[in-house]
């Protein structure tokens, strides 16, 4: 966490020169410039007083929603090759998604791929095909769906999909809440 970028900012929303907030502070405004800077560290005690005269405290300067991850590269995401035999690749393309309330994967089928039957649950399911084309089979009722069409279930039955066609097929699949 960069303390020195964010306290700046903060001190910049509230329309404060660094002098003002030195004031506020009882501190130096050279000491305000090295903390902004990273060149000086505060004390928990300073950096206190600091947050309070901005309008904030230590549990909300640590906890901003700024520093969570937005963006993730292929080195991020998990791969898993189903081990049933089912001839399918799953992807988890958020490291993190569990804690989240939606899970988006991408599902890969072979030639004569599935996934493996999921339970009717309470929650949402949506599917994109990106390449090939698939069949949806919910409870009884199947449904084809080809590349650049999709899907969207609230699962009160089992449920699955399977490769339709002899080359490969990728799907975009967002679980909520995630299941997988």
């Not at 902004?36 to 300067?61: Q, Y």
């Not at 080195?75 to 399918?88: T, V």
């Not at 949506?126 to 449904?143: A, E, P």
């Amino acid at each position: 966490m960069d303390i020195g970028r964010k306290l700046r900012s903060l001190r910049q929303q509230k329309n404060l020169t660094q002098e003002q907030l030195a004031d506020r502070c009882e501190l130096s405004k050279g000491f305000i410039s090295q903390v902004e800077r990273n060149l000086a560290s505060p004390s928990i005690a300073t950096l206190t007083d600091m947050l309070e005269c901005l309008g904030s405290d230590l549990k909300t300067f640590f906890s901003d929603p700024m520093d969570e991850r937005v963006t993730f590269s292929p080195a991020d995401m998990f791969e898993k090759a189903d081990p049933d035999g089912l001839k399918n690749t799953v992807t988890w393309l958020v490291p993190t998604a569990q804690k989240n309330r939606m899970e988006p994967i991408l599902v890969e089928l072979e030639d004569g791929g599935r996934t493996s039957e999921m339970p009717p649950f309470e929650g949402e399911e949506f599917g994109y095909v990106l390449q090939g084309s698939v069949v949806l089979f919910v409870g009884d009722r199947k449904y084809r769906v080809a590349a650049g069409e999709s899907f969207c279930l609230h699962p009160g039955s089992p449920h699955h999909i399977e490769n339709a066609g002899k080359r490969r097929a990728k799907v975009l699949w967002i679980s909520n809440p995630p299941m997988f």
